[in-house]
């Protein structure tokens, strides 16, 4: 009787422990995946938590109080695919006459001091497969206010965007209402512009056909 048993089984008992415990290790590790995927997500995103730096630059003064153009720092956004940062000296056109002596501007004088960067941490980043232009945006009619909002309203800055492709593409779709005249690219109060408008500076500026600026090849080169 036992031998008929043991001929009638599917699996062996081997087998059979190897399947339970399989299955209680998937049981076990899905919500530690999930969990661990929600994170990762989070982290990646990281909207609207401000990001500390070596020295806690302010675009809401700089920006929103002082009115500083956004290409006095970012020289190159307008000419290449990076913003750029200011050096040591462009900081020190002002903070050699203001706020010497305050502890906050150490590691600025220590650059200026030694010729190494300041190590600012990167708020807005992108894969390395991805490949973004300011300048192109720019030339478009894209405004800042678009991807990095109000900057004018951070003390320090945070990611305002989660920058990942269903969003990029939301805008290549349709980027007419994302529009702003020439002279309110960098404003970052700019309000959007009426549906007539947009369409006018649409034209204007020349976009890309839709297929175009949807072509896998336009951002993954």
Do not use: N
């Not at 599917?10 to 059979?16: D, M, T």
């Not at 203001?98 to 010729?115: I, M, N």
């Not at 002279?183 to 649409?202: H, M, N």
Request: net charge positive; hydrophobic share 40%; glycine share 6%.
């Amino acid at each position: 009787m036992m031998a008929h048993a043991t001929r009638g089984q599917v699996f062996g008992p081997r087998l059979e422990l190897a399947f339970k415990l399989a299955l209680l290790a998937l049981l076990l590790g899905a919500p530690a995946l999930f969990a661990y995927a929600v994170w990762r997500e989070s982290a990646y995103q990281a909207l609207g938590e401000p990001v500390e730096q070596p020295i806690p630059f302010s675009h809401k003064h700089h920006v929103g109080d002082d009115g500083i153009d956004c290409r006095y720092c970012h020289a190159t956004v307008e000419t290449s695919r990076h913003a750029g940062l200011p050096a040591s000296s462009t900081c020190l056109g002002c903070h050699a006459q203001l706020y010497t002596d305050q502890a906050v501007l150490r590691p600025l004088h220590e650059s200026a001091r030694t010729g190494r960067p300041i190590a600012w941490r990167r708020v807005h980043s992108l894969p390395g497969f991805v490949y973004f232009d300011h300048a192109v945006h720019l030339a478009k009619g894209v405004a800042c206010v678009e991807c990095h909002g109000r900057v004018d309203q951070m003390p320090l800055t945070w990611r305002a965007q989660p920058l990942q492709m269903q969003w990029c593409l939301e805008c290549h779709r349709d980027p007419a209402p994302r529009l702003r005249a020439r002279a309110d690219l960098f404003t970052p109060a700019a309000p959007r512009v009426a549906p007539a408008e947009a369409a006018r500076l649409a034209a204007l500026v020349g976009l890309e056909g839709r297929q175009r600026r949807t072509d896998c090849s336009t951002c993954h080169r």
